[in-house]
């Protein structure tokens, strides 16, 4: 079983920034698209982004385009989403998770299947 787990989230001012991590597996890196999704109360699952290895594209949902960064440091088996220009509508509980590999499907939107994810981190920006 894969484990993850995210932390660096909090509370933040509207245009701040945080930067989320999640140690995993190498072997994650390999097998799986591994991205982040969220949950705000109320409303359904939101797959922010995502790396698929089959087809090497990093996924992003329009409503964090230009404003958040996906990355992956291999040697420390660690994924980051880099989150800049924060809004409050990014407030959310955010899991670090992974799921099939599917080239060109991508992860946003509420229909990816993610298999895995951990205990989320929180993020509140206030207005």
């Known amino acids: 079983e894969v484990q993850l787990q995210a932390s660096g989230g909090g509370l933040v001012q509207a245009g701040g920034s945080l930067r989320l991590s999640c140690d995993v597996s190498?072997?994650?890196?390999?097998?799986?698209?591994i991205g982040w999704f969220r949950q705000a109360p109320g409303k359904e699952r939101e797959g922010v982004s995502c790396?698929?290895?089959?087809?090497?594209?990093?996924y992003y949902a329009d409503s964090v385009k230009g404003r958040f960064t996906f990355s992956k440091d291999y040697a420390k088996s660690t994924v980051y989403l880099q989150m800049n220009r924060l809004k409050p509508e990014d407030t959310a509980v955010y899991y670090c998770?992974?799921?099939?590999?599917?080239?060109?499907?991508?992860?946003?939107?509420?229909?990816?299947?993610?298999?895995?994810w951990g205990q989320g981190t929180q993020v509140t920006v206030s207005s």
């Open positions: 998770a992974t799921g099939p590999d599917l080239k060109y499907y991508g992860c946003v939107g509420n229909e990816f299947p993610w298999a895995n």
């Open positions: 190498r072997s994650t890196f390999d097998d799986y698209t």
């Open positions: 790396i698929t290895t089959s087809d090497g594209f990093t």
